[in-house]
């Protein structure tokens, strides 16, 4: 059976509403009422209330909000919905704007846009205009991935930057020929990995390799905290070349001890240095 709109337009006192006469019997899938307070003697909470037989009531379905004395509303139930005071709520005026979803919560929850199945959960901008998220308070923005987070862009560059629509602060790019660059116009650029056992990992796969280089006057430097060390191993970290502690001081582990001929290469004559 088709659903069958019932439209009760009587203005009624709060406390009344509709009776399903006796014959029928209905499934409600949603309820509007416009509520008119300008005569309210104090504050109100918009409540549908559902009274089964024998006055018994089966139901109460509160708003999330109080209404101030003499305020108006036009409220809606419908399943599916949390009343609480941590719901989300969405701005209906964006036709042609932008669509704000944010919490009323301000003990530190938060909107989760979540994927349990195996789709994903993918952020499209088809227009002209940026696809941002922008932190307006003191926490964090915060992207986490269990195994990949990945940063795509068809044909054009990939920004991550401290100010709008990439701005003067640009912190990472990625260009449309795939090369990542991480920049800094006022400070450092730091690579982290806080996780124990762990570390930041510079690896090239291909044939390129890795270029650490300045364009600038200052230096390229490699630093360890007090008790670390600066190490340069083979790959499958078998076999240690250089070593530079905390102090500055330089170990070479595999120098030969023979004139290994050629040009320019350091070996241990007996204790002594030599460059080929």
């Known amino acids: 059976m088709a659903d069958v709109l019932i439209n009760a337009q009587a203005v009624i006192n709060a406390g009344q509403g509709y009776t399903v006469p006796g014959s029928q ?3 409600i899938k949603a309820v509007r009422t416009s509520y ?19 006055n018994i009531t089966a139901a109460e379905c509160p708003v999330g909000q109080t209404l101030a004395a003499g305020a108006s509303a036009d409220v809606t139930w419908f399943p599916g919905v949390d009343p609480a005071a941590t719901a989300i709520r969405f701005d209906v005026n964006n ?43 003191n926490g964090d923005i915060r992207i986490s991935a269990t ?7 068809s044909s054009q560059e990939v920004l991550i930057s401290a100010g709008p629509s990439g701005g003067a602060s640009i912190l990472a790019q990625i260009t449309g020929s795939g090369d990542f660059s991480a920049i800094s116009d006022t400070g450092n650029v730091n690579l982290v990995a806080s ?33 670390d060390r600066f190490r340069v191993l083979n790959q499958a970290e078998t076999n240690e070349g250089l070593r530079v502690d905390d102090s500055g001081h330089v170990f070479m582990f595999k120098l030969p001890t023979m004139n290994p001929g050629g040009s320019g290469q350091l070996w241990n004559n007996a204790g002594v240095v030599n460059i080929t």
Not at 96 to 124: C, M, P, Q, Y
Not at 130 to 135: C, K
Not at 211 to 219: P, V
């Open 36 to 54: 008119d307070g300008s005569g309210a003697a104090g504050s109100f909470v918009p409540t549908l209330r559902l009274v089964a037989p024998g």
């Open 95 to 137: 036709v042609g704007d932008w669509l704000s979803i944010e919490t009323t919560d301000a003990s530190g929850n938060g909107v989760n846009i979540r994927d349990d199945g195996a789709g994903g959960i993918t952020l499209v901008n088809s227009g002209d205009g940026d696809l941002g998220l922008f932190n307006n308070g």
């Open 195 to 227: 996780h124990d056992p762990g570390g930041v990992i510079l690896r090239a796969d291909g044939s390129g390799g890795i270029l650490l280089s300045t364009t600038g006057t200052g230096d390229i430097k490699a630093r360890v905290a007090a008790g």
């Open 25 to 27: 019997e209905i499934i």
């Open 147 to 153: 195994k990949l987070l990945a940063l795509t862009s």
